[in-house]
């Protein structure tokens, strides 16, 4: 049974109350991170319903996730109003299309297919295109970007660069053909895909005048969640929805829209009171989740990244102050987390309260690793560790079964063959999606390999060889993913939203990761500082921020720009119990030749901007160019495996007189030390 109006108001702070109570003109609500906006939207409902400004039954909630309206809709049972309907987009438009199809086109709505990245494969093969499962699965992403931004197949070539999107492997006209023949897929199969269904009633509500009015009837009030996640086919959904209705509601926050890439956009929410001149707008700013120290960097990120959300007001006991640690590598970085969490544990904080956030999956293993050699229990989000990815089985696979060939082969050579032979090069490419993360799972292998080679080398225990390193793969599979109830939690930024801990660990916040290197123009850029955002108000109490200089050896990383000016001195360096420092460049971050600022790896590995001139002799760079690619035919691998173009650049300036001098260059590293020094030091040797 529904309460009293004044008990439904009773534990609302003003702001909620002013949601619950404005009726007669549409509302918007702008919510920031922790301020209890599910609590005002369902006070909202249930107040309305209890005063009669509402009729229970008339009340369509809307969501983006099934997990999302199924919170709604038991909060709603529990304030008396279960009669509300609350559904995702996707759900009230099936049910609405459903019912009406047949009295709008005389027959039922075809069947919704989950079998869409087969009917991807099969209009790729159509036009004899043969590309992988990553590459599918971006292919995919293009056809429901394509279709909530109502761009057409015959239109994507045209509008996908200015867009920013972009298929790794295909240009842009063969991504168009293929959108066209994944419609002719559908169309011969009879049936419709999973973005259809808002198309679909999208469209019959347009052309059925009749069926629209009927829907409105239904459904007089409507309430909208995440509205800032909307994209413009739910939009036009939206418009057709509420008609001419006044008592329509949305709520969302600016500075949580991190699904662009989707085509989520949050130019309807903070564009709502310019459609909507009368509209109430009420501002959520009392932060039920987190501390006054965690609310303080959040709001300095979203003051210096110009995010556009509300200024919170933390209503929390005051906790520790975040931490920013520089850390020394990678390895020293999950050491690090890894000691924290534990401290956090000891001092009574539960695993399950506990998370390690980060940009992309591939920064996940040297994290599971650290955890397994801790004893930490962990659960990564979504059930998938990095041993259980599929790019990674098959790498695993295909070097197991070369061991029982040769077990005695160079570890590190065995590793780059398998890895170009499946189609892996050094050059990361351009693409943001599924094709990005299979390459940085890949280029997690080389790297574990390569710090095994150096560790055995530097022990004086010469070369790895096959069969131990794949029996260090086979080792860290087994014991590296042990799903626990009670666990950390390790995820992206991406999978973390709506979630909270009370210890929060966001790694890798460097430039190259957070941004991701890939952010170009200020709309990405913008975006990944939404995601940083997001990662932050996380956190209830604990939060601490890391970030490493180096990766596999080699120097040069520079902190993200989202912490200048959010923290004060970052702590001294971290690294592990017993750490060795690698032999690296200190490179610097301004260009030898003209003194500004570089941006890029290669331009710090060079020490200047590609485009100043260069400071080694043509015929030096050349013969060593020559050199390399005698030793890859030699070997059977890419030029780049033995030395890239970056590495032999810097070589020819920096002209190293001996080993230890060659060790200093970025990119060389021991073991390759071990291979070329000398014939590379002849070759600079000859030309003195």
């Known amino acids: 049974m529904i309460a009293e109006p004044s008990a439904l108001l009773s534990g609302l702070d003003p702001e909620q109350a002013q949601v619950a109570t404005t009726f007669g003109a549409p509302v918007v609500v702008i919510a920031g991170a922790g301020t209890g906006k599910t609590r005002a939207l369902t006070h909202r409902i ?147 895909d999973f973005d259809d269904i808002l198309l679909c009633t999208e469209a019959m509500l347009a052309e059925h005048g009749d069926i629209a009015e009927e829907v409105r009837g239904t459904y007089r009030h409507l309430v909208v969640d995440e509205y800032q996640d909307v994209n413009p086919v739910q939009q036009n959904l939206l418009n057709l929805w509420w008609g001419n209705g006044r008592d329509h509601c949305v709520v969302g926050d600016p500075a949580q829209t991190i699904h662009s890439f989707a085509g989520a956009t949050p130019a309807f929410l903070t564009g709502f009171a310019d ?78 309260e506990q998370a390690v956030l980060y940009r992309v999956h591939a920064q996940s293993p040297v994290f599971e690793s650290a955890f397994a050699q801790a004893g930490v229990p962990f659960t990564v989000r979504g059930g998938e560790g990095f041993y259980d990815r599929p790019e990674v089985r098959q790498v ?34 351009s693409g943001q999606g599924r094709v990005r993360e299979r390459w940085e799972s890949l280029a997690a292998i080389l790297a574990l390999a390569e710090d095994v080679a150096s560790a055995r080398a530097a022990a004086g225990e010469g070369t790895a060889d096959l069969g131990g390193f794949v029996a260090e793969l086979n080792a860290r599979a087994q014991v590296e993913h042990p799903l626990s109830s009670d666990g950390v939690t390790l995820s992206t930024l991406h999978a973390a939203k709506g979630l909270e801990w009370t210890a929060v660990a966001l790694v890798g916040v460097q430039e190259g990761t957070l941004p991701l290197s890939l952010a170009a123009g200020p709309e990405q850029v913008a975006e990944e500082a939404r995601l940083f955002y997001v990662g932050i108000t996380r956190a209830r109490r604990n939060l601490l921020l890391s970030w490493s200089r180096t990766r596999r050896g080699s120097g040069g990383r520079q902190p993200s720009r989202f912490l200048d000016g959010i923290t004060a001195r970052p702590e001294p360096i971290a690294r592990r119990p017993g750490h060795r420092e690698k032999p690296t460049s200190a490179l610097s971050a301004t260009c030898r030749v003209c003194g500004k600022a570089l941006h890029t790896g290669a331009e710090r590995k060079l020490r200047r901007h590609a485009d100043c001139p260069p400071g080694y002799d043509e015929e030096t760079y050349d013969r060593l160019v020559a050199w390399r690619t005698g030793v890859a035919a030699q070997r059977s691998v890419p030029a780049y495996v033995v ?32 291979q070329y020094a000398a014939d590379v030091l002849a070759i600079l040797a000859a030309d003195r």
């Not at 002209?655 to 030390?673: E, I, N, T």
């Open 396 to 429: 695993i696979g295909t070097l197991t079964e070369r061991a029982r060939r040769d077990a005695g082969e160079p570890a590190l050579d065995a590793c780059r063959d398998v890895l170009a032979r499946i189609g892996w090069t050094e050059a990361a490419p």
């Open 643 to 674: 030395f890239t173009d970056a590495t032999l650049m810097t070589i020819a300036e920096d002209r190293p007189a001996d080993v230890g001098a060659l060790l200093k260059v970025p990119g060389v590293g021991r073991v390759k030390c071990e």
């Open 46 to 192: 249930a107040y309305g319903v209890a005063t009669g400004a509402y009729t229970a039954n008339a009340v369509l909630a809307v969501t983006f996730t099934t997990r999302a309206a199924g919170e709604l809709r038991s909060r709603l049972r529990a304030l008396g109003v279960p009669a509300v309907q609350a559904r995702t987009f996707h759900s009230a438009a099936l049910r609405q299309a459903q019912y009406f199809w047949p009295r709008a086109y005389g027959s039922h709505l075809p069947p919704v297919s989950d079998e869409r990245l087969g009917m991807v494969a099969d209009a790729a093969r159509r036009l004899r295109l043969a590309p992988d499962a990553s590459t599918l699965r971006d292919l995919l992403t293009e056809v429901s970007w394509a279709k909530v931004t109502n761009v057409s197949p015959a239109d994507y070539a045209d509008l996908a660069e200015p867009a920013g999107r972009e298929v790794s492997g295909l240009d842009a006209a063969q991504v168009g053909r293929v959108l066209g023949r994944y419609e002719q897929v559908k169309s011969d199969r009879g049936v419709i």
């Open 275 to 352: 459609r909507y001149p009368d509209a109430r707008v009420v501002r959520l700013v009392r932060d039920y989740r987190s501390s006054p120290q965690v609310v303080g960097m959040a709001n300095r990120v979203a003051r210096r990244t110009r995010l556009g959300t509300v200024v919170l007001e933390s209503q929390c006991e005051p906790g520790p102050e975040p931490r920013v640690l520089e850390c020394a590598s990678e390895e020293d970085e999950a050491a690090t987390v890894t000691r924290w969490l534990v401290e956090q544990h000891e001092a009574g904080v539960p695993w399950r």
